[in-house]
Every structure is written in C-alpha cells, then in structure tokens.
C-alpha cells in the first residue's frame, strides 16, 4: 500500500480519538484502599509495641529490680496523671509549655524563612554565614541556657531567647537544602514563563523547596520543643508559670519518682502530637499532590 | 540572573518586521578565555514568521545550547540574536510542568506572568487545554498524566506565552513511537491553527522531514550550518511515506558523513 504524501494522515476527529484511546491506556491511577484497612495496618503496629513496652515495665517493677521510689510501676505513674487530671493542674501546664513552643516556632518561622532564602541565593552571604548556620544547628541549645540567663535573668525572655537560638537554624538549613534540592529544569521553565527576581522566588523557587522546607520546619518544631524544656528546668522560677519543665523539676524537687515519669511521657506526647496533629497531615498531602508519596503495602 | 536577550525592536512594531528569529554571526564557547570550547560557530540563520524550522544534529553539536541562546538563558559569545516582540516560548524534553500545580493551574501561572488579568485566565487555560485535546484535564495533577499528556499540557503552556516563536528542544524524545507519532500530528494541526514559528531541535532525521518546511543541519564540534533542505511535501505527511523516507535517506547520508569527519582525525 503506496501511501501518497497528500493523504490526510488521519481525520481530525479520529486524530482525537486516536489520542484518547492513549491517555487511556496510560492511565495510572489505581484505586484507593479502604479506610479502615489503612487504619488497622496504620494503628496496631505502634499500640502494640506501647503494650509490649509496658508489659516489660511492669515485668521489671514486679520482680523489684529497684526500690518502687526509684522505679515505680505504670500502675503509679497512671494514678500520677489521674491525680494532676483531677486537680485541673495538667491541662494548664501542658498549655502553658505548649504556647510557649507554638509561638517560638512561630517567631522562629518568621526569622529563619528569610534567612535561610539568603543564605540560598546571595552567595556572599552563604560563604559567611552557612557554615556558622550548620555549626549552630549541632550545637545544644541549652548551652545557651547560662548566657540567656545572665543577659535577661528568670524571665520569658530567655525562654524564648533559647528556643529561637534552638529552632531558626534549623529552619534556615531546611530551606537552604529545599532550595537546593530545587530540579534547575524547574527554574528555567519559570525563567522561560518571564518568573525572573521576585517572581521567580515566589512561583517557582519556594513551592519547589517546599518539601525540603517542611523538613526544615518538622525538625524546627523539635528543635523548639526540646530547647524550650531545656530552659524551662533550668530557668524555673514561681514568677514564670508552670510548665512541663519546672513540673518536672519540682517533681525532682519532691523526690516523687511517678510524677518525673508521668511529665517525661506528657512532654514526649506532646512533642508526638504536634507531629501526628500538624505536620504529617501536611507532608503527606504536599507529598501525595506531586505524587511523590509511593503507595507502601 | 538577567535575561540575556537582545530582543524587542523599538515599539515592538510587529508588522515591519520580516523576521520571528534571526541569528547574525553567533558563536557560542564555554570555558575561561584561552582554554574556551567553541560548541557554535559563526551561526546565521533567519526563521520568517509562521514558518517550521528543524535544527539536526548528532549530539554535541550544540543544538540544545542554540535553542537556550534564543531562549535567552543563554549569551552568545560573539554574534547578535533578534527576536522581535515577547520572549520566546520554549518546549523541554522533559516537560518541566510544575507538580505542586494542576495541569490547568500551569497554565494559569504562564498566563498571569504575561499579565493576562485573573478573570480572563481560567477561560483562556480551558480553550488551551482543548486545543491540545486535553479538554478535562484542568484538574489533573501533572504525575496523573501519561508522559504524551504531559508534553500536551507543556504545549499548551508554552502557547499561553501567545509568543510568535516556539523553540522545543527534543520534546517529543522521551515519548514512544505511537505517542510521538500522534503528537507530530496535533503539533502539525496546532502549528496551522496558530500560524507561530517553531525552531524545532531533534536527532531524528525523519521526526524533522516530517514536521519541517526547512531542516538545517549542523556540524560538531565546533556547531556550524553543514547544510539545509527546504521540504516541499504538503502537511500533513505521514511518517511512513515515500516522499519523506525518500528524503531521509538523503539527509541521513549527509548527517553520517558529518560525524565521519570526526573519525578521521
């Protein structure tokens, strides 16, 4: 069959099929699996490894390894809760910690976005400052607990002081790597599309570091969280309010072994919330709509 | 990160001007002065409005980095490049669609960086969208779609530019041979719709005399026009035809001694 080059290759509307027909054969999406499945594959694994670790704890207080002063059962450190529960005491400590951190991390937010964008993009300022960024991110934040203290005495100030110092470093370096990471076919294409300075950052550059930014701000909240009870034990003073810091340093205070463990496990839910409650919903959907999250089975 | 382009004729007066691109004398090299590598070299070429130019050529020879000197991501070494009017729009191999945005959305960003206002955009992105068949995409996200609809959507964003040039740069390479071939066809429909330029870049000699009305071959090493071959076979041809197989044949034979040359010494 000799075809001829004046042939219409194919008619328009069978063009159109024709390509439809592909799309359709191309198409990848699956289905969804079932909620409740995702549930069960998602919830048992981590309840039943608590259980475990509590089955373990009481095995050990049950054979009197240690005095129960020094290690109390979880039945104690249970009645411990109970006890802060029922004196309305637990609700308010957690809260005070917990806006303490949240506006922390906020101001930390405000502080290290735009200097992490500099260190990025002006190489100047990358030579002088990135390394000093990456040294401090290592460095443990309560060791600025002593000089904060000296500079604003017990007050909020240091808290906040120990918690930016703790936090903004880390968020600086998570955009710097997200900015990084950024694919350079992403910022031709924006430069082709005329997103030259400004634009550029703002409907190119920082939606493609995005991933590495959230990174950036999820190690960030732990930064915030762990400086900030840093300084709440060693900057406890009655003026301040209680947090789970000094909750946890009076409860040493009182040699009351059961309260120590019951605030460790308040400070480690908290810092667990945060994480299952804000920013894993978010990677995830940020993750998912690039389609960069792989279906795990 | 100034864009190196030498382009806008005073008054952007269209209508004087007989020429979507034109290259005076271009050379490109890379590298300190002294120890530079030329990769272009002395490159005149003019596309008139709404004509299809394919540049061929074996890799290295520079094509990708003449397409970017067009684009303005790029500055030539010595010569001038005149491209009238707004900045040229430009295809990728890849498609460079941005993931964090929908197909639809991608074009709405193309259209307000060319300050098209707000109300206008969704409209404008689903009469592109349809134009490249793509009708019921807008809310797609860009890893929903198969790589032919991608480079759909890319065509599609690259026209909301509403430039007089489209350089692309391989786009069709990633693709398999039925997709390709289907999209040879739509670029070949749209390219008649919109009366735009195209300076085409490919390897493949048949991909160009099928698409093109004029293929330039390059040299390597250091790039120079080897030759050109005006294709008079009316669109839209298939392929597989005689006509351009015919005319493959001999472009090929040209394409190989090109890349002979470099054996030799």
């Known amino acids: ?297 | 990160m100034a864009p190196a382009l030498t382009e806008t004729s005073p008054g952007g007066a269209l209508g004087t001007v007989q020429h979507a691109v034109r290259l005076d004398h271009v050379s490109k090299a890379f590298g300190r002065p002294g120890s530079a590598q030329t990769v272009l070299e002395d490159i005149s070429l003019t596309v008139t409005p709404g004509e299809f130019v394919c540049l061929l050529g074996a890799s290295g020879c520079g094509k990708s980095t003449l397409l970017n000197l067009v684009a303005g991501l790029d500055r030539t070494t010595r010569g001038s490049i005149e491209v009238p009017g707004r900045r040229p729009a430009l295809m990728f191999q890849e498609h460079a669609l941005f993931p964090w945005l929908t197909a639809g959305q991608n074009i709405e960003l193309a259209l307000r960086l060319r300050g098209v206002p707000r109300a206008g955009r969704r409209p404008e992105a689903e009469r592109l969208l349809e134009l490249v068949r793509l009708g019921g995409a807008h809310g797609k996200r860009v890893h929903e779609l198969s790589g032919g609809m991608r480079q759909r959507v890319a065509m599609a964003r690259a026209l909301a530019q509403d430039s007089a040039v489209l350089l692309m740069d391989e786009p069709f390479a990633a693709l398999d041979a039925i997709t390709r071939d289907v999209l040879h066809e739509e670029l070949t429909r749209i390219w008649a719709e919109t009366h735009v330029s195209v300076l085409f870049v490919t390897h493949n000699v048949r991909e160009a005399v099928r698409l093109a009305q004029r293929v330039v071959l390059l040299s390597s090493r250091p790039g120079r026009i080897a030759r050109e071959w005006r294709i008079d076979l009316p669109q839209p041809r298939r392929i597989e035809s005689a006509g351009v197989a015919d005319l493959s044949i001999e472009i090929t034979d040209h394409l190989r001694g090109e890349i002979r040359r470099h054996g030799q010494h």
Not at chain 1, 13 to 28: F, H, I
Not at chain 1, 51 to 66: F, M
Not at chain 1, 270 to 294: A, D, N, Q
């Open chain 1, 1 to 297: 069959m000799a075809s001829t080059d004046a042939t219409p290759a194919a008619p328009d509307s069978a063009l159109a099929d024709l390509g439809a027909g592909l799309d359709a054969l191309q198409d990848a999406s699956g289905g969804r699996t079932p909620l409740a499945r995702t549930l069960l594959a998602k919830a048992v694994p981590p309840l039943a490894a608590v259980t475990l670790v509590l089955l373990v704890w009481q095995g050990v207080y049950a054979a009197h390894v240690k005095p129960p002063y020094l290690l109390p059962g979880p039945v104690d450190v249970w009645d411990s809760l109970h006890q802060q529960w029922l004196q309305g005491t637990i609700v308010s400590t957690i809260w005070t910690s917990l806006s303490r951190g949240m506006l922390g991390f906020a101001v930390s937010v405000c502080i290290g976005t735009p200097l992490g964008l500099l260190v990025a993009r002006v190489p100047l300022v990358r030579a002088a400052i990135g390394p000093v960024f990456s040294g401090l991110q290592s460095m443990p934040s309560v060791a600025w607990v002593p000089p904060a203290i000296i500079w604003f005495g017990l007050s909020n100030a240091t808290i906040y002081a120990v918690v930016l110092l703790g936090a903004v470093p880390s968020i600086a370096n998570g955009l710097v790597s997200g900015v990084d990471q950024v694919q350079p076919i992403y910022l031709q294409a924006g430069r082709t599309l005329g997103a030259t300075g400004l634009r550029g950052v703002r409907h190119v550059l920082l939606p493609a570091a995005l991933p590495g930014y959230l990174a950036g701000l999820k190690q960030g909240w732990a930064f915030a969280w762990r400086s900030l009870m840093a300084a709440e034990l060693i900057a406890s003073s009655p003026a301040l309010g209680l947090g789970l810091g000094q909750a946890l340093e009076n409860a040493r205070d009182q040699q009351d072994m059961p309260t120590v463990l019951a605030t460790i496990i308040l400070i480690l839910l908290v810092g667990i919330g945060v994480e299952l409650v804000l920013f894993s919903p978010l990677e995830r959907w940020i993750l998912r709509s690039r389609g960069l999250l792989t279906v795990r089975r």
